[in-house]
């Protein structure tokens, strides 16, 4: 199954401050944007919670940044600060 993958970080006031890091969340390619979404680390995000991001902003989530596949390269992570 083809998936693509989501960036996307906490809003502000969803969570405190420490934990806005930027999930990487699968997401079916023939689907529509599911209601929740769950990041590789396994937080769960719903509607209204999420900033969808185009490219990599800020603190990276660690947990996800290990778990994601990485098709360009399995050795680097595909974060650019
Ligand atoms: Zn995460």
Sequence with gaps: ??????????LPGTVGGSRR???????????TTPERLTAYCGE???PGELELLERPLGMPCVTCLH??????SAEQPAIEQ
Aim: proline share 17%; aromatic share 6%.
């Design 21 to 31: 890091v930027v999930h990487v969340f699968p997401v079916p390619a023939e689907e």
């Design 44 to 46: 769960t995000f719903g």
């Design 67 to 72: 778990r994601a596949p990485t098709p360009e």
């Design 1 to 10: 199954m083809t998936v693509r993958l989501v960036i996307a970080r906490p």
